[in-house]
């Protein structure tokens, strides 16, 4: 247990018999000490913890005091447990001097760059577990340990999986990077330099290319189910597109579609811009529900989130009318794609670069090597061609 108290050091006497008052931090068998802003003449004056025989004694012990409360309330906010005693001490200052930016300040610049309401929800999710366990603490506080420690907590005491755990720390992560990167906060060793992010599961939302023809090729009346299959389609047509994107696109008199996605907007850096053209199988689709603003229109006034729901709910039951044994959401055109495209041979740098994805860097060869419109067209036309029929057309034109 951390304990504080006022204290002066017969050994560390100044040079003209003079004392400085310290605060005395003990943790962990180890008493660390910070150094106030007064000063008395000799051990007299100087007893039980406070300033007498002075005559100013009343008015150092009142600012003495108000001090070491503000230490007490920083000590408050945070687990001791987590930190060796010189990291106490080292908190403790920083954490009472006049604006000291907390990963709290951090993570509420963040999210004022946000725009969609889920992404806003989940960072503020996560500023608030590490609060919840950690602390509001001084950025300068944070070390790899208290993030090992954060994320042991999302894992025993929220119950949270390898999935949600890594997530949260990624935008922890999130929080701390612009600070360092606009050198708001400088560190010896970043806090996440050693930590080995935990392996996120593989969501299984993929179809195979018999259980996507199925979809494609479902004649459906009611008009809920066409509005899913065609969006799913449309998605898979156009590289695993995200639904948020998709809606935002302007299709008129386009034969290639620009767009950057909402997702990585403001975290992706580099190259963002996909660039992809129109194939004849998604052209088909915009046509049908094209408007006059040049936007998909489905007669719907949904908000998006509300939409975005609704379609995942009418794409989940034509997958189980059609009999397609597994889970299957707007998201599994974009695993499928990716998943049939690589079944075909189609190298992964082409495939990142057609859905938008974050390239990785650690492929030296594909860093000369710029993945242009025309890669990615050939890519989708080879994938788009193995779902053609070599029997027979599809049967009905959809109106």
Known sequence: MATLKLVIVPAKVLTDGRHKIRVAVSHRQDTRYIVQNATIDNEKQFRDGQVVGRADAGMMNKKLRVKLNEYQDALDKIDPDICTCAQLKDY??????????TIEDAALEHIAKQKKKKTIESYESTI???VESIGNIPLEMINAKMIEDFDRYLEEKRKMSSTTRAIHLRQLKAFINPQIRHGN?????APFTDIVMPESRERALDITVEEFKMIRD?????RPLRVARDLFCLSYYLAGINLIDLVSIDFKNKKVIEYVREKSANTKRGEKMISLTIQPEAQEI??????KSGKLEFGYKFEYENFRRYITRQI?????RLGIDKRVVYYSARKSVVQHGYELGINLETLEYSIGHSMKKNRPIFNYVRIMRGHADAA???ILDNLKEEE????????
């Open 92 to 101: 403790l200052t920083k954490s009472t001097k006049p604006k000291s930016r």
């Open 185 to 189: 906060i400088t560190y010896k060793s």
């Open 380 to 382: 989708m036309r080879t």
């Open 392 to 399: 027979k057309e599809v049967k009905k034109s959809r109106e």
């Open 128 to 130: 608030r577990y590490f």
């Open 286 to 291: 915009i046509d049908r529900w094209i408007g």
């Open 218 to 222: 479902a004649d459906v009346k009611e």
């Open 316 to 320: 989940s039951r034509l997958a189980k």
